[in-house]
């Protein structure tokens, strides 16, 4: 495939400057649901070679800068302790008003994994989620409660910690917002199967997806210091959200850079996924 290669096994890189870290979630082979059929070799990452990054391009664009990451201590409403502010003040303005008609924080996260109708309705969810916190968001709380261990988080930030740590969250709330209006929104869903089955051959088979997937992990591993061998793919919707911390791009955009540089024969992708497109366009939560 004229991949560029480097030996397997080669221990994780070394880096002389503190990066910011892509916070997916690996998947290790023993975790891959086809490993014990003998089509695991045709699983998409197993198909993947490794390839080489330029380290010191990554650690330029991506050192941290933490130290410069503008967190405020605020006194709270008792006047008598102080809380560790990061967001935007127009967001954190929105999500405390969102708050004040919602259940407490700990009741909506336990309603949620239960998906209890009772704790909370239709609106409740579609409130929730405008307020699902971004990678980068998630990023500069965690940092920022790192530095500051004996200072609350203030009440926005403490909630997208806490909507931070239900998993698949967005997935589970439009799966919910479905399940509650499914009697009325039962439609027909044959040819839409079919393009979702056609598209996930497409994917499968695409040689520019395994460039793009074999240069993030590199980037990515290179940023957590890790040797992680597959991650989970829902991360690829946080790419565009990550930025480098020298020029504001996005990760995404390096990504493409680096596939254009060292894979001439990549194409576009767009052009090669008609099914996938029009599988997009499908509305399976309306």
């Not at 209006?181 to 089955?197: G, H, M, Q, S, W």
Request: charged share 25%; aromatic share 8%; hydrophobic share 40%.
């Amino acid at each position: 495939l004229g991949w560029p290669q480097v030996p397997r096994g080669q221990p994780a890189f070394t880096k002389k400057k503190k990066t910011i870290r892509l916070f997916w979630n690996e998947v290790r082979p023993f975790e891959w649901p086809c490993k014990n059929n003998r089509r695991c070799r045709e699983f998409l990452w197993s198909k993947l070679e490794p390839i080489k990054v330029d380290t010191s391009r990554l650690e330029h664009l991506f050192e941290s800068k933490s130290k410069e990451l503008a967190v405020s201590k605020k006194t709270a409403a008792d006047g008598k302790r102080q809380e560790v502010i990061v967001l935007d003040p127009k967001r954190s303005n929105a999500i405390n008003i969102g708050l004040t008609v919602l259940p407490p924080p700990r009741t909506i996260k336990i309603a949620i994994l239960n998906f209890d109708e009772y704790a909370l309705n239709k609106e409740g969810i579609e409130k929730i989620l405008t307020m699902i916190p971004t990678e980068e968001e998630k990023q500069k709380i965690q940092e920022a409660q790192l530095a500051n261990p004996d200072v609350p988080l203030g009440s926005a930030e403490q909630f997208l910690l806490t909507l931070s740590s239900i998993s698949e969250l967005s997935a589970r709330l439009h799966l919910w917002a479905f399940k509650m209006d499914y009697e009325t929104t039962e439609k027909e869903v044959a040819e839409p199967l079919l393009d979702l089955k056609e598209g996930i051959d497409q994917l499968e088979n695409n040689k520019t997806l395994g460039f793009i997937l074999s240069t993030l992990l590199a980037i990515g591993n290179f940023l957590n210091g890790t040797n992680a061998k597959a991650f989970e793919l829902s991360y690829l919707e946080k790419v565009p959200e990550v930025k480098d911390t020298v020029h504001k791009q996005s990760l995404l955009h390096h990504v493409c850079t680096m596939v254009v540089e060292n894979f001439p024969d990549s194409s576009d992708l767009y052009s090669e996924i008609g099914a996938v497109t029009r599988s997009a366009k499908v509305c399976l939560w309306a």
